[in-house]
């Protein structure tokens, strides 16, 4: 058997929200089709699921195709924040938001659940993937 042009599952194989669970496909077929200047990615440095969707954005050649914003590796109570004026870290600048908890709230305004990075937000429809490396693959 060929694993050859075939989605690969690594990490977590469960999420908390599967509802929130996407993937992004070049035909089109799953309702997110694969397509410059549309998706944005949410990344934190200290996140090692973060460091694999980056690896895999840099080696598809994605950098001109889906833009990035990094939280603060800091993670304060509130959870992650933009510091764009600390080393490393970007303002949120898709949405203008101060933390990924306000960026999830544009997804469902009475979401209570677990906030993480990395989140890939699909400029027209909310998506987040529980391991968005998967969606940097192709099918």
Not at 98 to 125: E, F, H, R, T
């Amino acid at each position: 058997m060929s694993l050859e042009n075939k989605p690969v599952k690594t990490g977590p194989t469960t999420s908390e929200n599967p509802e929130l669970r996407r993937l992004i496909t070049a035909d089109g077929s799953s309702g997110f089709p694969a397509e410059t200047g549309r998706y944005h990615l949410y990344v934190g440095l200290a996140c090692p699921f973060s460091h694999r969707t980056l690896i895999g954005r840099k080696l598809k050649g994605l950098e001109n195709v889906i833009t990035v914003d990094i939280v603060d590796s800091v993670k304060p109570e509130i959870g992650w924040s933009f510091t764009p004026d600390k080393k490393g870290c970007t303002p949120d600048t898709v949405n203008g938001k101060a933390n990924m908890a306000d960026v999830y709230k544009l997804i469902d305004p009475n979401y209570a659940g677990k906030v993480s990075v990395p989140l890939l937000w699909d400029k027209q429809v909310t998506i987040q993937p529980t391991e968005v490396a998967t969606s940097v693959e192709t099918t």
